[in-house]
C-alpha cells in the first residue's frame, strides 16, 4: 500500500479550515461593533458544524462575563446538552482572557483557535497559557494567528474611533 501524502497541500487545507471558522467569529464581532461593544467574536464548531455563536455583550448586558467566548461556550453547551465540549473546536478573533481560557478547560474544549494576541490579557500564550498548563487534569491545544491582520483591524479601528469621539460633559 502507498500512500502518497503532500503535506504542504494538506497544511493548505487545515489553514484553509481554520479561516474559514475564523471569519464565522469575526462575523459574530461585527455584530458587537454594531452595538458600540468591543467587537470580539467566537463560535464553536462541533463535527464540521457552528454549536455556538457569541459576541462581547458586556456593556448591553451589564455583565462582565458577557464575553464572546463565555456566550459561544453556553450556547454550545445547551445545544449539546453537555458542559463538556469535547471534540469541539472554538474560534475567537482575540486570545482568551483568564476567565475564558479557564471555561475553555473546565468545558474540556480540545482545540481554540485565536486571531490576534492579547497583550493586556492574554491568556494563551502572552502573559500565560492558562490553556495548556500542565498542572491541570485537561488541556486545551492553541493555533494563535488565524486571521490575524483583519482580527487586529477590528479592534484598532474601533478604538481609533472611540478616541476620535469628542469627550462627554
Same mark, same amino acid.
Given at each position: 500500500?502507498?500512500?502518497?501524502?503532500?503535506?504542504?497541500?494538506?497544511?493548505?487545507?487545515?489553514?484553509?479550515?481554520?479561516?474559514?471558522?475564523?471569519?464565522?467569529?469575526?462575523?459574530?464581532?461585527?455584530?458587537?461593533?454594531?452595538?458600540?461593544?468591543?467587537?470580539?467574536?467566537?463560535?464553536?464548531?462541533?463535527?464540521?458544524?457552528?454549536?455556538?455563536?457569541?459576541?462581547?455583550?458586556?456593556?448591553?448586558?451589564?455583565?462582565?462575563?458577557?464575553?464572546?467566548?463565555? @456566550?459561544?461556550?453556553? &450556547?454550545?453547551?445547551?445545544? %449539546?446538552? =453537555?458542559?463538556?465540549?469535547?471534540?469541539? $473546536?472554538?474560534?475567537?478573533? !482575540?486570545?482568551?482572557?483568564?476567565?475564558?481560557?479557564?471555561?475553555?478547560?473546565?468545558?474540556?474544549?480540545?482545540?481554540?483557535?485565536?486571531?490576534?494576541?492579547?497583550?493586556?490579557?492574554?491568556?494563551?500564550?502572552?502573559?500565560?497559557?492558562?490553556?495548556?498548563?500542565?498542572?491541570?487534569?485537561?488541556?486545551?491545544?492553541?493555533?494563535?494567528? @488565524?486571521?490575524?491582520? &483583519?482580527?487586529?483591524?477590528? %479592534?484598532? =479601528?474601533?478604538?481609533?474611533?472611540?478616541? $476620535?469621539?469628542?469627550?462627554? !460633559?
Amino acid at each position: 500500500m502507498n500512500l502518497n501524502i503532500d503535506f504542504e497541500e494538506l497544511t493548505a487545507d487545515v489553514q484553509a479550515i481554520h479561516e474559514y471558522w475564523m471569519k464565522e467569529a469575526i462575523g459574530e464581532a461585527r455584530k458587537a461593533e454594531a452595538l458600540g461593544e468591543v467587537p470580539i467574536g467566537a463560535v464553536v464548531v462541533h463535527e464540521g458544524k457552528i454549536i455556538g455563536r457569541g459576541y462581547n455583550l458586556r456593556e448591553t448586558t451589564l455583565d462582565s462575563t458577557a464575553h464572546a467566548e463565555m @456566550v459561544a461556550i453556553r &450556547e454550545a453547551s445547551r445545544t %449539546l446538552n =453537555s458542559w463538556r465540549l469535547l471534540g469541539c $473546536q472554538l474560534y475567537v478573533t !482575540l486570545e482568551p482572557c483568564p476567565m475564558c481560557a479557564g471555561a475553555m478547560v473546565q468545558a474540556r474544549v480540545p482545540l481554540t483557535v485565536y486571531g490576534t494576541p492579547d497583550p493586556k490579557a492574554g491568556c494563551a500564550g502572552t502573559l500565560m497559557n492558562l490553556l495548556e498548563e500542565s498542572r491541570f487534569n485537561h488541556r486545551t491545544e492553541v493555533i494563535q494567528g @488565524v486571521l490575524q491582520e &483583519e482580527c487586529a483591524e477590528l %479592534l484598532t =479601528s474601533f478604538f481609533r474611533r472611540l478616541r $476620535q469621539r469628542p469627550a462627554k !460633559l
